[in-house]
Protein backbone atom coordinates (compact mmCIF):
# COMPACT_ATOMS: atom_id res chain seq x y z
CA UNK A 1 0.00 0.00 0.00
CA UNK A 2 2.84 2.44 0.70
CA UNK A 3 3.96 1.77 -2.21
CA UNK A 4 0.87 2.43 -4.24
CA UNK A 5 0.72 6.06 -2.61
CA UNK A 6 4.22 6.88 -3.40
CA UNK A 7 3.48 6.15 -7.26
CA UNK A 8 0.51 8.32 -6.79
CA UNK A 9 2.36 11.24 -5.35
CA UNK A 10 5.24 10.90 -7.63
CA UNK A 11 3.18 10.54 -10.86
CA UNK A 12 1.29 13.84 -9.42
CA UNK A 13 4.82 15.70 -9.05
CA UNK A 14 5.95 14.54 -12.20
CA UNK A 15 2.77 15.52 -13.98
CA UNK A 16 3.08 19.41 -12.39
CA UNK A 17 6.86 19.16 -13.20
CA UNK A 18 5.78 18.51 -16.66
CA UNK A 19 3.28 21.46 -16.65
CA UNK A 20 5.34 23.86 -15.35
CA UNK A 21 8.03 22.98 -18.04
CA UNK A 22 5.56 23.50 -20.49
CA UNK A 23 4.82 26.72 -19.04
CA UNK A 24 8.07 28.05 -19.16
CA UNK A 25 8.94 26.77 -22.39
CA UNK A 26 5.68 28.65 -23.79
CA UNK A 27 6.83 32.01 -21.78
CA UNK A 28 10.10 31.32 -23.36
CA UNK A 29 9.59 31.26 -26.89
CA UNK A 30 7.48 34.53 -27.12
CA UNK A 31 9.48 37.02 -27.28
CA UNK A 32 12.55 35.22 -28.70
CA UNK A 33 14.68 36.20 -25.77
CA UNK A 34 14.76 32.29 -24.30
CA UNK A 35 15.67 29.04 -25.98
CA UNK A 36 13.00 25.92 -26.47
CA UNK A 37 14.32 24.07 -23.86
CA UNK A 38 17.40 23.77 -21.61
CA UNK A 39 19.81 20.82 -21.41
CA UNK A 40 18.63 20.97 -17.31
CA UNK A 41 15.21 20.89 -18.21
CA UNK A 42 15.53 17.75 -21.22
CA UNK A 43 17.19 15.41 -18.33
CA UNK A 44 14.41 16.22 -15.96
CA UNK A 45 11.97 15.16 -18.42
CA UNK A 46 13.90 12.19 -19.04
CA UNK A 47 14.64 11.27 -15.49
CA UNK A 48 10.54 12.20 -15.19
CA UNK A 49 9.76 9.26 -17.66
CA UNK A 50 12.15 6.79 -16.70
CA UNK A 51 10.35 6.37 -13.16
CA UNK A 52 7.01 6.65 -14.34
CA UNK A 53 8.17 3.59 -17.00
CA UNK A 54 9.44 2.41 -13.37
CA UNK A 55 6.76 2.79 -11.73
CA UNK A 56 4.37 1.30 -14.20
CA UNK A 57 6.83 -1.58 -14.12
CA UNK A 58 6.59 -2.21 -10.38
CA UNK A 59 3.12 -1.83 -10.76
CA UNK A 60 2.87 -5.09 -13.20
CA UNK A 61 5.21 -6.72 -11.24
CA UNK A 62 3.08 -7.07 -7.98
CA UNK A 63 0.03 -7.31 -9.60
CA UNK A 64 1.79 -10.60 -10.83
CA UNK A 65 3.38 -11.57 -8.07
CA UNK A 66 -0.10 -11.64 -5.64
CA UNK A 67 -1.70 -13.53 -8.55
CA UNK A 68 1.15 -16.14 -8.57
CA UNK A 69 0.85 -16.43 -5.22
CA UNK A 70 -2.62 -16.75 -4.49
CA UNK A 71 -2.97 -19.58 -7.45
CA UNK A 72 0.01 -21.41 -5.86
CA UNK A 73 -0.78 -21.14 -1.80
CA UNK A 74 1.51 -23.00 0.26
CA UNK A 75 4.64 -23.34 -1.85
CA UNK A 76 7.63 -22.48 0.10
CA UNK A 77 10.04 -22.10 -2.92
CA UNK A 78 7.56 -19.68 -4.43
CA UNK A 79 7.09 -17.59 -1.13
CA UNK A 80 10.68 -17.16 -0.87
CA UNK A 81 11.17 -15.90 -4.41
CA UNK A 82 8.63 -13.62 -3.49
CA UNK A 83 10.04 -12.31 -0.73
CA UNK A 84 13.09 -11.79 -2.64
CA UNK A 85 11.19 -9.98 -5.41
CA UNK A 86 9.81 -8.17 -2.34
CA UNK A 87 12.83 -7.30 -0.93
CA UNK A 88 14.56 -6.15 -4.40
CA UNK A 89 10.93 -4.00 -4.75
CA UNK A 90 11.04 -2.28 -1.11
CA UNK A 91 14.91 -1.59 -2.35
CA UNK A 92 13.63 -0.36 -5.63
CA UNK A 93 11.12 1.65 -4.02
CA UNK A 94 13.45 3.29 -1.73
CA UNK A 95 15.44 4.32 -4.70
CA UNK A 96 12.23 5.66 -5.88
CA UNK A 97 11.52 7.54 -2.79
CA UNK A 98 14.86 9.03 -2.58
CA UNK A 99 15.33 9.65 -6.53
CA UNK A 100 11.63 11.36 -5.90
CA UNK A 101 12.78 13.94 -3.06
CA UNK A 102 15.38 14.80 -5.13
CA UNK A 103 13.07 15.82 -8.08
CA UNK A 104 11.33 17.64 -5.67
CA UNK A 105 14.04 19.71 -4.89
CA UNK A 106 14.85 20.11 -8.26
CA UNK A 107 11.15 20.82 -9.15
CA UNK A 108 10.94 23.62 -5.99
CA UNK A 109 14.41 25.21 -7.50
CA UNK A 110 12.99 25.04 -11.34
CA UNK A 111 9.73 26.80 -9.71
CA UNK A 112 12.03 29.43 -8.20
CA UNK A 113 14.32 29.52 -11.35
CA UNK A 114 10.89 29.67 -13.63
CA UNK A 115 9.74 32.73 -10.97
CA UNK A 116 12.52 34.62 -11.53
CA UNK A 117 12.98 34.12 -15.43
CA UNK A 118 9.03 35.14 -15.81
CA UNK A 119 9.71 38.42 -13.50
CA UNK A 120 13.12 38.70 -15.65
CA UNK A 121 10.65 38.16 -18.94
CA UNK A 122 8.32 40.80 -17.77
CA UNK A 123 11.16 43.06 -17.45
CA UNK A 124 11.99 42.32 -20.33
CA UNK A 125 9.05 43.11 -21.91
CA UNK A 126 8.98 46.39 -21.08
CA UNK A 127 12.06 46.98 -21.64
CA UNK A 128 11.73 46.03 -25.42
CA UNK A 129 8.77 47.96 -25.60
CA UNK A 130 10.77 51.41 -24.25
CA UNK A 131 13.06 50.63 -26.41
CA UNK A 132 10.61 50.30 -29.80
CA UNK A 133 8.79 53.76 -28.66
CA UNK A 134 12.58 55.12 -28.19
CA UNK A 135 13.52 53.44 -31.81
CA UNK A 136 10.22 55.39 -33.13
CA UNK A 137 10.97 58.38 -31.63
CA UNK A 138 14.47 58.08 -33.13
CA UNK A 139 13.54 56.70 -36.48
CA UNK A 140 11.46 59.87 -36.85
CA UNK A 141 13.90 62.28 -35.65
CA UNK A 142 16.17 60.71 -38.43
CA UNK A 143 13.20 61.41 -41.24
CA UNK A 144 13.27 64.99 -39.80
CA UNK A 145 16.97 65.41 -40.01
CA UNK A 146 17.31 64.23 -43.33
CA UNK A 147 14.67 66.07 -44.21
CA UNK A 148 15.92 69.08 -42.76
CA UNK A 149 19.46 68.39 -43.95
CA UNK A 150 18.65 67.94 -48.10
CA UNK A 151 16.37 71.13 -47.44
CA UNK A 152 19.72 72.84 -45.97
CA UNK A 153 21.78 71.78 -48.79
CA UNK A 154 19.16 73.13 -51.59
CA UNK A 155 19.28 76.20 -49.46
CA UNK A 156 23.14 75.95 -49.37
CA UNK A 157 23.40 75.21 -53.35
CA UNK A 158 21.02 78.33 -54.04
CA UNK A 159 23.01 80.64 -51.96
CA UNK A 160 26.29 79.40 -53.94
CA UNK A 161 24.57 80.21 -57.49
CA UNK A 162 23.33 83.52 -55.88
CA UNK A 163 26.77 84.24 -54.88
CA UNK A 164 28.71 83.60 -58.02
CA UNK A 165 25.44 85.83 -59.56
CA UNK A 166 26.23 88.43 -57.45
CA UNK A 167 30.07 88.36 -57.59
CA UNK A 168 29.67 88.27 -61.68
CA UNK A 169 27.00 91.59 -61.33
CA UNK A 170 29.68 93.01 -59.07
CA UNK A 171 32.44 92.76 -61.52
CA UNK A 172 30.07 94.17 -64.34
CA UNK A 173 28.97 96.77 -62.43
CA UNK A 174 32.39 98.10 -61.26
CA UNK A 175 33.14 98.60 -65.05
CA UNK A 176 29.85 99.68 -65.39
CA UNK A 177 30.66 102.48 -62.85
CA UNK A 178 34.03 102.63 -64.32
CA UNK A 179 32.85 103.88 -67.87
CA UNK A 180 30.15 106.13 -65.62
CA UNK A 181 32.36 108.06 -64.17
CA UNK A 182 33.96 108.59 -67.34
CA UNK A 183 30.93 109.51 -69.45
CA UNK A 184 29.97 111.53 -66.14
CA UNK A 185 32.70 113.68 -66.31
CA UNK A 186 31.57 113.99 -70.72
CA UNK A 187 28.34 114.71 -69.11
CA UNK A 188 29.50 116.93 -66.97
CA UNK A 189 31.34 118.76 -69.66
CA UNK A 190 28.58 118.84 -72.12
CA UNK A 191 26.08 120.14 -69.51
CA UNK A 192 28.08 123.13 -69.03
CA UNK A 193 28.24 123.44 -72.95
CA UNK A 194 24.53 122.85 -73.08
CA UNK A 195 23.61 125.46 -70.41
CA UNK A 196 25.74 128.02 -72.11
CA UNK A 197 23.92 126.98 -75.21
CA UNK A 198 20.80 127.30 -73.52
CA UNK A 199 21.26 130.71 -72.03
CA UNK A 200 21.73 132.23 -75.40
CA UNK A 201 18.70 130.11 -77.13
CA UNK A 202 16.86 131.39 -73.84
CA UNK A 203 17.78 134.95 -75.10
CA UNK A 204 17.18 134.60 -78.46
CA UNK A 205 13.92 132.85 -77.39
CA UNK A 206 13.08 136.31 -75.59
CA UNK A 207 14.04 138.23 -78.14
CA UNK A 208 11.93 136.71 -80.94
CA UNK A 209 8.90 135.91 -78.59
CA UNK A 210 9.13 139.94 -78.16
CA UNK A 211 9.47 140.45 -81.81
CA UNK A 212 6.65 137.63 -82.66
CA UNK A 213 4.55 140.02 -80.01
CA UNK A 214 4.98 142.92 -81.78
CA UNK A 215 4.43 141.18 -85.28
CA UNK A 216 1.22 139.89 -83.82
CA UNK A 217 0.15 143.86 -82.68
CA UNK A 218 1.20 145.17 -86.15
CA UNK A 219 -0.92 142.70 -88.03
CA UNK A 220 -4.08 142.98 -85.56
CA UNK A 221 -3.69 146.65 -86.36
CA UNK A 222 -3.48 146.24 -90.26
CA UNK A 223 -6.55 143.02 -89.57
CA UNK A 224 -4.63 140.28 -89.53
CA UNK A 225 -4.50 137.20 -86.63
CA UNK A 226 -1.84 134.77 -86.50
CA UNK A 227 -2.65 130.82 -85.83
CA UNK A 228 -1.12 127.73 -86.83
CA UNK A 229 1.66 128.79 -89.03
CA UNK A 230 -0.53 131.18 -91.06
CA UNK A 231 -1.99 134.33 -91.13
CA UNK A 232 -5.72 135.56 -91.77
CA UNK A 233 -7.19 138.89 -92.43
CA UNK A 234 -10.96 139.08 -91.39
CA UNK A 235 -12.73 141.40 -93.84
CA UNK A 236 -14.75 144.30 -92.33
CA UNK A 237 -17.07 144.63 -95.04
CA UNK A 238 -18.68 142.68 -97.40
CA UNK A 239 -18.42 141.37 -100.74
CA UNK A 240 -19.00 138.96 -103.22
CA UNK A 241 -17.30 135.18 -103.61
CA UNK A 242 -14.92 136.04 -106.36
CA UNK A 243 -14.26 140.05 -104.96
CA UNK A 244 -13.36 138.98 -101.96
CA UNK A 245 -10.89 136.23 -103.44
CA UNK A 246 -9.74 139.18 -105.44
CA UNK A 247 -9.21 141.26 -102.20
CA UNK A 248 -7.38 138.41 -100.70
CA UNK A 249 -5.00 137.54 -104.20
CA UNK A 250 -3.92 141.28 -103.88
CA UNK A 251 -2.93 140.90 -99.91
CA UNK A 252 -0.85 138.10 -101.44
CA UNK A 253 -2.96 135.65 -99.75
CA UNK A 254 -6.45 133.77 -100.66
CA UNK A 255 -9.74 132.51 -99.16
CA UNK A 256 -9.23 130.16 -96.13
CA UNK A 257 -8.91 126.53 -96.95
CA UNK A 258 -9.88 124.73 -93.79
CA UNK A 259 -8.52 121.14 -93.49
CA UNK A 260 -8.82 119.91 -89.93
CA UNK A 261 -11.27 120.80 -86.85
CA UNK A 262 -9.14 123.34 -85.57
CA UNK A 263 -9.21 125.48 -88.32
CA UNK A 264 -12.75 125.24 -88.07
CA UNK A 265 -12.99 125.87 -84.67
CA UNK A 266 -10.96 129.41 -85.79
CA UNK A 267 -12.69 130.11 -87.80
CA UNK A 268 -16.18 130.34 -85.84
CA UNK A 269 -14.57 132.65 -82.83
CA UNK A 270 -15.38 135.84 -84.96
CA UNK A 271 -19.26 135.19 -85.30
CA UNK A 272 -19.69 136.17 -88.76
CA UNK A 273 -20.64 134.33 -92.05
CA UNK A 274 -17.60 134.43 -93.90
CA UNK A 275 -16.65 133.42 -97.62
CA UNK A 276 -13.78 129.95 -97.62
CA UNK A 277 -11.83 129.49 -100.63
CA UNK A 278 -14.41 126.61 -101.54
CA UNK A 279 -16.56 125.99 -104.65
CA UNK A 280 -17.74 123.62 -107.01
CA UNK A 281 -18.28 126.18 -109.99
CA UNK A 282 -16.22 124.00 -112.47
CA UNK A 283 -18.21 121.21 -112.14
CA UNK A 284 -21.42 121.00 -109.87
CA UNK A 285 -21.61 118.27 -107.14
CA UNK A 286 -17.47 118.57 -107.20
CA UNK A 287 -16.06 120.84 -104.46
CA UNK A 288 -12.55 121.89 -104.39
CA UNK A 289 -10.29 124.16 -102.72
CA UNK A 290 -8.94 127.75 -104.66
CA UNK A 291 -5.34 125.90 -104.83
CA UNK A 292 -6.81 122.60 -107.21
CA UNK A 293 -6.93 120.44 -104.46
CA UNK A 294 -10.42 118.23 -103.77
CA UNK A 295 -12.51 118.48 -100.55
CA UNK A 296 -12.04 115.67 -98.27
CA UNK A 297 -12.66 117.31 -94.76
CA UNK A 298 -15.67 118.85 -94.65
CA UNK A 299 -17.85 120.25 -91.88
CA UNK A 300 -21.05 120.75 -93.75
CA UNK A 301 -24.22 121.66 -91.75
CA UNK A 302 -27.42 119.50 -91.47
CA UNK A 303 -28.05 118.87 -95.46
CA UNK A 304 -26.09 120.98 -96.76
CA UNK A 305 -24.62 121.61 -99.68
CA UNK A 306 -28.02 121.59 -100.93
CA UNK A 307 -28.14 124.64 -103.96
CA UNK A 308 -27.48 122.48 -107.13
CA UNK A 309 -25.93 124.97 -109.64
CA UNK A 310 -27.65 128.35 -108.24
CA UNK A 311 -25.27 127.89 -105.04
CA UNK A 312 -21.68 126.97 -106.04
CA UNK A 313 -19.35 128.51 -103.46
CA UNK A 314 -18.68 127.75 -99.69
CA UNK A 315 -19.02 129.84 -96.31
CA UNK A 316 -19.04 129.48 -92.76
CA UNK A 317 -22.61 130.58 -91.52
CA UNK A 318 -23.84 129.56 -88.00
CA UNK A 319 -20.97 130.43 -85.57
CA UNK A 320 -22.44 128.50 -82.42
CA UNK A 321 -22.58 125.22 -84.76
CA UNK A 322 -19.79 122.81 -84.91
CA UNK A 323 -20.41 121.95 -88.76
CA UNK A 324 -22.37 125.44 -90.11
CA UNK A 325 -20.55 125.36 -93.98
CA UNK A 326 -23.46 126.49 -96.53
CA UNK A 327 -23.25 126.64 -99.98
CA UNK A 328 -24.11 129.97 -101.32
CA UNK A 329 -25.11 131.69 -104.51
CA UNK A 330 -21.81 133.28 -105.63
CA UNK A 331 -22.82 136.66 -106.45
CA UNK A 332 -24.55 137.01 -102.31
CA UNK A 333 -22.32 139.54 -100.18
CA UNK A 334 -20.62 138.70 -97.26
CA UNK A 335 -17.34 138.97 -95.10
CA UNK A 336 -14.68 136.91 -95.81
CA UNK A 337 -11.46 135.36 -94.50
CA UNK A 338 -7.98 135.21 -96.78
CA UNK A 339 -5.16 133.06 -95.10
CA UNK A 340 -1.41 133.46 -96.00
CA UNK A 341 0.88 130.75 -95.09
CA UNK A 342 4.05 132.29 -93.11
CA UNK A 343 7.46 130.79 -94.27
CA UNK A 344 9.14 129.15 -91.58
Known amino acids: ?7 EDFELSMKDGLDRSDALQSH ?6 LTSATPGRKFFRLVAVSFGLLCILLAALIVSLRLAFTSQPGTEASYEKLAEERDELKRINFDIEVSFKNLTEERDELRRINSDTEANYKNLTEERKELKRKLNTLYSQHISLTEERDELKKINSDIEASFKNLTEERDKLKNINFDTEA ?4 LTEERK ?3 RK ?5 SQHISLTEERDELKRR ?5 WVYFSGSVYYISSTERTWQESRNDCLQKGADLMIINNQGEQNFTRQFKKYMWIGLTD ?3 EGTWKWVDGTPLTTSFWGSGEPNGNTGENCGETKYPDMKNNWNDEGCSSTHYWICEKKVSP
Open 1 to 7: MASGVHS
Open 28 to 33: SGEDGG
Open 183 to 186: NYKN
Open 193 to 195: ELK
Open 198 to 202: LNTLY
Open 219 to 223: LKILG
Open 281 to 283: SER
